[in-house]
């Protein structure tokens, strides 16, 4: 069983990628650290990764998220950046694409900006995981150090020469 977060020390819980293939659907391209959900957990990340096709049918991005709770994960939080790009060689049209950030932080305007940045490089990459992986360390130990800072009510988080401060309370940590 996954603990509650105390600290921004575990905020994050892990970052997927989820394309489309057209004769399995939905599917994981990539994800990290190795194994922070179960097999079960990750299917239902994946199924959900997409929005409805009523609700989006044209290129471009969509942000949302949704909840994780079960036995296994209590609150984690799943905050999406859809992208859906024309493309010709596509024989449905578009290349369609899910970035995904499971993290314990109640903090959508956050995760958005994140997974702007996060999304637009994983996709121009050639190397996927080491963006991932770059990613979630520089997050990680950009939040070392910040244990003090959460009782003065915040962090600060340095990601693509941008800095962002992370305004906590009780309710966002989880």
Known sequence: MIKKSNTPLDWLMGLVAVGFDLEEGQVIRAHYPGCFLSQQMLKYVVSVAFPDTCTFSSEGEMFFFFKLHNEEIHDAYCY????????????????QSSVVIVSKLKAPSIMKS?????SRSYLASEDKMGVFETFYKNLMADSLGAEQAINQGGFKLKLF????????NQSFLR
């Open 80 to 95: 999406a950046l859809f992208t859906q790009l024309k493309d010709p060689n596509n024989p449905r049209g578009y290349f």
């Open 114 to 118: 994140l997974l702007i940045e996060l």
């Open 161 to 168: 020469g941008q800095e962002l401060k992370v305004w906590t």
